[in-house]
């Protein structure tokens, strides 16, 4: 029993020895440690990692410095496959697969292999070797990846006959060569080009000073074709002065449209680390309007080169073409748009021209005046319609039952709730008492319409702007400010909506969709760029009614109504009324227009808190197949400010003088 006992107890403690040698005898395998290796590399944080030399603080900061070059484009890394040392048990390579998006398309684009050695430590943890090779094979010490990127050709934006709008132009760089110049004459002639050119020449003087020896310091880009302020002989007497042929996208002159079409130049830091990775430093982009808009589009897309660079120079690894960009098809009629331009150059505020084609909706100028000072006046701006509104406060009095020859009151005055209301002060004598509805539009009786309120509920006044399309957001391609009417208003404030004050707020664009509405006889959804991947729907934000607005966009407008509602037999009376403020009213100097007779609307506006009042003025005018709005924001009458605006356009339109 006893002898049992002792060789139980001996078997026993054999089993429990072999168990413990066999157990500690089992080391770690590398496979945790080429995981962390390779979610590291991918997160470009390798602390999770033990290296055999350096901390990984110290590894980390050199491959900061590897992938510095490669802006925002980082690899996503997995574990190909782990060999061991058959030899060495504690050795091991890790096989790491690289994928890259480079053209940061979203997609992986450069795939390749590296390897990275692994050692067992005193510890029996696994411990990385650390080279450059491990993110690239060919990387040495003293190497770097560095990635650019190369756009391919600029596309056009296109007018409505597909003609380019704003594309490659031959320019001419001028500027200070100093190599060509001893040092001590460089200020000099830096001073000289910059009065040439209308610089500041203490900055520009400053700049050349600043740049290295061997620097082209550019002064001015200047159109090859244009007589600019700088020309061959005068730059011929400036020593060091070189002007340099290149290309640059520009529209036909350096005003046409350019706050649609907007400018392209050298991409900022800011627009750079926005793009993500498309844009690099020395690349041309789109800074404003369309151009900034669409630049993808435009711009198409950009090549790629990964190179290895160091001491000894650079080597590219890897390489995509790029791809030329895809033009942008508009509406406008360049001759319509220079001729706006050209009747606005002398209008010192802010003034715009905004032509529409009733039968397609197709925007055909968006002209602003130099007193709009780079803003989109006639896109943006928002603005108090004035008695241009009366076209949509008569249909809403058709709606009612009201006639052309249904007779209303137009007293001299008219005082709601302590307010009064009174007609312009060149308004006739003969037209005050009671008239017909079709007299008080030519003439434009402010109580009249004033007096109807009663009739029109603020809905139904609202109702009827949207059926003109006043307040109704269209994806047109570009943004802009439709309109906004309130749909409750009481008091004063109704009373003033009556006669597009209070909250009525439009654009030109909006007027000339409410004119072009009433020539086609159905809502008109106005339309700019037709050849789009992405047109948007935007508005302006609200802002103030005697400034232009900020191109943020808004949310749509409610109560957009039935594009249906609008009737042949409404706009056949208003296309009669408006016909008669041209034969009877206050446009009769647009009665001798040549062509197809004109029908319009005069609106004066009044705005800010002086006395008298400022005022803006605005005419609408239809002719055949033409909707045009025409806006100046320091006014007087809409007749008398707006008309001649109004005339010399229609005439030009004509291909009258």
């Given at each position: ?5 002792t ?67 980082r ?32 997609a992986?684009d ?12 005193e ?21 770097r ?8 050709l ?10 380019p ?17 001893p ?11 910059a009065?040439?050119?209308?610089l ?13 020896p ?101 080597n ?46 197709d ?11 780079g ?8 603005y ?85 399309g ?93 594009a ?49 009042p ?32 109004m ?11």
């Amino acid at each position: 029993m006893g002898k049992n006992r002792t060789l139980t107890t001996v078997l026993a403690v054999s089993a429990l020895t072999l168990t413990l040698v066999s157990c500690s005898s089992e080391k770690p395998s590398p496979d945790d440690a080429a995981a962390a290796l390779a979610e590291g590399l991918s997160n470009a944080d390798l602390s999770a990692s033990s290296f055999t030399a350096g901390t990984p603080a110290q590894v980390n900061t050199e491959l900061e410095t590897l992938l510095a070059g490669m802006g925002p484009a980082r690899p996503a890394v997995t574990v190909a496959g782990i060999d061991e040392d058959a030899e060495n048990d504690d050795a091991a390579a890790v096989r790491l697969a690289y994928a890259w998006d480079v053209n940061m398309d979203s997609a992986p684009d450069w795939s390749y292999e590296s390897t990275a050695q692994l050692r067992r430590g005193e510890d029996d943890a696994w411990q990385v070797q650390w080279a450059p090779s491990v993110l690239f094979e060919s990387l040495a010490d003293g190497d770097r990846l560095v990635r650019t990127t190369s756009p391919g050709l600029r596309a056009d934006i296109l007018d409505r006959n597909g003609q380019p709008l704003m594309g490659s132009r031959p320019v001419l760089r001028i500027g200070i060569n100093k190599p060509d110049i001893p040092e001590d004459r460089q200020a000099a002639s830096a001073t000289a080009l910059a009065e040439l050119a209308g610089l500041d020449p203490a900055g520009y003087a400053a700049q050349v000073a600043a740049s290295g020896p061997e620097a082209f310091v550019e002064a001015i880009v200047q159109r090859q074709e244009a007589d600019g302020p700088v020309t061959p002989e005068a730059l011929a007497g400036i020593p060091g002065a070189l002007s340099i042929p290149d290309s640059r996208v520009l529209a036909p002159t350096r005003t046409f449209a350019r706050a649609l079409l907007g400018t392209v130049g050298e991409a900022t830091a800011e627009l750079i680390e926005e793009s993500e990775g498309r844009l690099s430093a020395g690349n041309q982009t789109g800074l404003s309007g369309l151009q900034q808009q669409y630049d993808e589009q435009l711009q198409g897309t950009p090549g790629v080169a990964v190179t290895l660079e160091n001491t000894s120079g650079n080597n590219i690894v890897f390489s995509i073409n790029s791809e030329d960009g895809t033009a942008l098809q508009t509406t406008l009629d360049p001759r319509l748009q220079s001729l706006a331009e050209g009747i606005l150059e002398d209008e010192p505020s802010a003034s715009a021209i905004v032509a529409i084609q009733p039968s397609t909706g197709d925007v055909l100028t968006v002209a602003n005046g130099p007193g709009s000072e780079g803003q989109q006046t006639a896109l943006l701006g928002q603005y108090p319609p004035g008695s241009t509104f009366k076209i949509a406060t008569s249909l809403a009095l058709l709606r009612q039952g009201v006639t052309p020859d249904s007779s209303l009151s137009c007293p001299a005055e008219l005082s709601v709730d302590g307010r009064k209301f009174n007609n312009a002060g060149s308004y006739p004598a003969a037209f005050v008492g009671e008239i017909p509805l079709r007299d008080a539009f030519a003439q434009s009786c402010n109580t009249a319409f004033i007096n109807t309120r009663d009739t029109v509920p603020q809905d139904a006044l609202a109702s009827a702007a949207q059926d003109l399309g006043i307040g109704v957001s269209a994806s047109m391609g570009v943004p802009a400010f439709f309109g906004s009417v309130p749909e409750e208003a009481d008091g004063t404030a109704h009373a003033a909506s009556m006669i597009g004050q209070g909250e009525v707020l439009v654009s030109p664009l909006a007027l000339a969709v409410a004119a072009a509405s009433v020539g086609k006889g159905e809502r008109v959804t106005p339309l700019l760029v037709t050849s789009s991947p992405e047109a948007e729907t935007t508005d302006a934000e609200s802002g103030s009614a005697s400034a232009p607005a900020s191109p943020s966009p808004s949310p749509a407008p409610t109560g957009a109504g039935d594009a249906g509602a609008f009737t042949a037999a409404e706009a056949a009376s208003l296309r009669d009324m408006m016909r008669g403020v041209v034969t009877d009213g206050g446009a009769n100097m647009l009665v001798d227009v040549p062509g197809e007779p004109v029908l319009a609307k005069t609106g004066t506006a009044e705005f800010g808190s002086e006395t008298p009042p400022r005022t803006h003025a605005w005419v609408v005018a239809v002719q055949g197949d033409l909707a045009v709005a025409v806006f100046v924001a320091e006014g007087e009458l809409g007749s008398t400010s707006g008309g001649p605006l109004m005339k010399a356009f229609l005439d030009g339109a004509a291909g009258q003088p």
